[in-house]
């Protein structure tokens, strides 16, 4: 009868060892932001920093919908719409002195977007292939060139830079 019962008591325990599941973290990396970096406009090679830069994407609501970056910053990495082949961002500096308007420049990025299955624990996630950026014009553009780093422009990680804005 012993024997029965510790036979019952191991066979119990080994069962619910077994039957648990692994616990699943992803470390993958996600969908890429858009990566950007600021230079300055008369010394190419040198990232020049931007002043109370706020960036707003259209169809985005919540922390991008009005989103001041940061004080200063060269560089920014902003998310993609994934349920549209095309994201529009509104890149604000706002006026130095009183009486001196906010200046917007408005960037449009077109791409092919293709979902990848990375894993159970990450689901999927998005890559942007074939990427055309443009700056819409206007007569006080802050922006003074905008150059995508590669040609064509593939947003599948954040390594690099992916685009180079002259101010």
Same mark, same amino acid.
């Given at each position: 009868m012993k024997h029965i019962f510790k036979f019952s008591v191991i066979f119990i325990i080994l069962l619910s060892t077994l039957s648990c599941e692994k616990d699943e973290i992803c470390l993958e990396d996600? $969908?890429?932001h858009l990566i950007v970096r600021f230079y300055n406009q008369n010394i190419p090679d040198e990232l020049k920093s931007v002043l109370n830069l706020e960036v707003n994407i259209e169809g985005i609501e919540g922390e991008y919908e009005s989103e001041?970056?940061?004080a200063f910053t060269d560089s920014i990495a902003i998310p993609l719409m994934v349920t549209e082949n095309r994201t529009r961002f509104i890149f604000t500096l706002p006026g130095d002195e009183e009486g001196v308007e906010?200046?917007?420049d408005t960037i449009s990025l077109?791409? $092919?977007q293709e979902d990848i299955f990375v894993s159970e624990s990450c689901g999927y996630k998005s890559v942007?292939?074939?990427a055309k950026i443009t700056l819409t014009q206007d007569d006080d553009?802050?922006?003074k060139i905008?150059?995508?780093t590669a040609d064509p422009l593939e947003i599948i990680d954040e390594n690099l830079a992916h685009v180079k804005i002259y101010h």
């Amino acid at each position: 009868m012993k024997h029965i019962f510790k036979f019952s008591v191991i066979f119990i325990i080994l069962l619910s060892t077994l039957s648990c599941e692994k616990d699943e973290i992803c470390l993958e990396d996600n $969908t890429p932001h858009l990566i950007v970096r600021f230079y300055n406009q008369n010394i190419p090679d040198e990232l020049k920093s931007v002043l109370n830069l706020e960036v707003n994407i259209e169809g985005i609501e919540g922390e991008y919908e009005s989103e001041t970056i940061t004080a200063f910053t060269d560089s920014i990495a902003i998310p993609l719409m994934v349920t549209e082949n095309r994201t529009r961002f509104i890149f604000t500096l706002p006026g130095d002195e009183e009486g001196v308007e906010d200046n917007l420049d408005t960037i449009s990025l077109v791409y $092919t977007q293709e979902d990848i299955f990375v894993s159970e624990s990450c689901g999927y996630k998005s890559v942007y292939h074939n990427a055309k950026i443009t700056l819409t014009q206007d007569d006080d553009n802050w922006i003074k060139i905008l150059e995508p780093t590669a040609d064509p422009l593939e947003i599948i990680d954040e390594n690099l830079a992916h685009v180079k804005i002259y101010h």
